[in-house]
C-alpha cells in the first residue's frame, strides 16, 4: 500500500511569502505528526495531531506557524511571512493509533524541502 | 529536558570493517529507544527499536543493547557494506509519558569505501 506523500517535494520562496506544506498519512492512521529537519541536524518536533485534534504544538517555533487536520486525514502545514531561518526539510509522520501505545511505530513522509531566500 | 547524544561524524570505514555509532540519553520518564537510517535520496526508516533495558533490538546485521545503567544505545555492525552508507540518527519516545513525539539526535553519517 502507498506510504505517507508529501507534496511538493522542493519548495523555494521569497521571504515574506506564505507557504503551505501537504501531507497525505498512511490511509486509516490516527496520529500525524510533522517534524522540522534543519541542515545537517535531527528532525525536531513541531506539532501532533489525533484524528482532527490537534494535541501538542509545543513545538512550533512561532505564531507564523499553523497546522490543521480537518478532516482526521490530510494535513496542511502553514507558515506565513517566511524567514530565512524556516530553511529546513519539512518531514510527516503518521501512525495507526494514539498516545501511549509502545509499538505505535511512526512512519515518516519523504520530506518537502523548503529554501526561504 | 530529555535529549540524545550521538557521536559526530562523517565515520568513514572500509567494507567489512567493524562499525560503533555511540548514543547516549537524557530521559525524564522510561523511554524507549530507536534508531532511524536516512538513506541518499529517501525518506527515514525505523531500523531498530528496544523499549525495555536490556533489550536488543536487530535488523539488517546492526544490532542495538539497552542499558539503562549507562543510559546508552550504541549501534553496532560487525561487517559493513557499502549499502550502508547513510544517515543514523538515535533516538528516543517517551510512551509511557503519554507523549510520542520523537526526540533524534544530530544524526551521524556513515561512509563506507569499497
Known amino acids: 500500500g502507498a506510504g505517507v506523500s508529501q507534496s511538493p517535494r522542493y519548495k523555494v520562496a521569497k521571504r515574506g511569502q506564505d507557504v503551505a506544506l501537504r501531507c497525505d498519512p498512511i490511509s486509516g492512521h490516527v496520529s500525524l505528526f510533522w517534524y522540522q529537519q534543519a541542515l545537517g541536524q535531527g528532525p525536531e518536533f513541531l506539532t501532533y495531531?489525533?484524528?482532527?485534534?490537534?494535541?501538542?504544538k509545543s513545538g512550533l517555533p512561532s505564531d507564523r506557524f499553523f497546522a490543521e487536520r480537518p478532516e482526521g486525514s490530510v494535513s496542511t502545514l502553514k507558515i506565513q511571512r517566511t524567514q530565512q531561518e524556516d530553511s529546513a526539510v519539512y518531514l510527516c509522520?503518521?501512525?495507526?493509533?494514539?498516545?501511549?501505545?509502545?509499538?505505535?511505530?511512526?512512519?515518516f513522509g519523504p520530506g518537502t524541502r523548503l529554501t526561504v531566500l | 529536558g530529555d535529549s540524545v547524544t550521538q557521536m559526530e561524524g562523517p565515520v568513514t570505514l572500509s567494507e567489512e570493517a567493524c562499525l560503533t555509532i555511540?548514543?547516549?540519553?537524557?530521559?525524564?520518564?522510561?523511554?524507549?529507544l530507536f534508531w532511524y537510517v536516512q538513506y541518499p535520496g529517501e525518506g527515514l526508516q525505523l531500523l531498530l527499536k528496544?523499549?525495555?533495558?536490556?533489550d536488543k533490538g536487530s535488523n539488517k546485521g546492526f544490532e542495538a543493547t539497552y542499558r539503562k545503567e549507562t543510559t546508552s544505545f550504541h549501534l553496532e555492525k560487525g561487517s559493513v557494506q557499502v549499502s550502508d552508507s547513510a544517515v543514523y540518527f538515535c533516538a528516543l519516545t517517551l510512551y509511557l509519558n503519554r507523549d510520542d513525539k520523537i526526540i533524534f539526535g544530530k544524526g551521524t553519517r556513515l561512509h563506507i569505501l569499497p
Open positions: 555511540n548514543c547516549t540519553y537524557t530521559a525524564t520518564g522510561y523511554p524507549s
Open positions: 528496544a523499549t525495555k533495558a536490556d
Open positions: 509522520a503518521s501512525s495507526l493509533v494514539s498516545t501511549a501505545v509502545i509499538n505505535n511505530e511512526q512512519f
Open positions: 495531531f489525533q484524528n482532527e485534534a490537534q494535541l501538542d
